[in-house]
């Protein structure tokens, strides 16, 4: 089994910035991908940013280019969100989640497994 343990959300004024780690383990655990997806309230989950676990590509959602930072640490399995520039929108619930095998992973639907979510809060 994998365990995904998110840390690092609070809140913060507008215009602060948080960073978000996910730490990894399990004796089963490889990664492919390893993502950040996040979930408004009344929203829908939504991808914030992906990396691949060996070659450090990324992707980013729209709303997140330019203020958001997605990164990895192979050798501790930690996944990191650097979020700067925050917004009250930015409000959720923010997830990490792992794709074990080699695919696309922008989408929540080509993860394996997630962690339980912290909660970041943007005040005005």
């Known amino acids: 089994q994998v365990q995904l343990v998110e840390s690092g959300g609070g809140l913060v004024q507008a215009g602060g910035s948080l960073r978000l780690s996910c730490a990894a383990s399990?004796?089963?655990?490889?990664?492919?991908?390893m993502g950040w997806f996040r979930q408004r309230p009344g929203k829908e989950r939504e991808v914030v940013a992906a990396i691949s676990w060996s070659g450090g590509d990324t992707v980013y959602a729209d709303f997140a280019a330019g203020r958001f930072t997605v990164s990895r640490d192979t050798v501790q399995n930690t996944l990191y969100l650097q979020m700067n520039s925050l917004k009250p929108e930015d409000t959720a619930v923010y997830y990490c989640?792992?794709?074990?095998?080699?695919?696309?992973?922008?989408?929540?639907?080509?993860?394996?497994?997630w962690g339980q979510g912290t909660q970041v809060t943007v005040s005005s």
């Open positions: 989640a792992n794709r074990k095998y080699s695919g696309r992973y922008y989408y929540v639907r080509e993860y394996d497994y």
């Open positions: 399990g004796r089963t655990f490889r990664s492919y991908a």
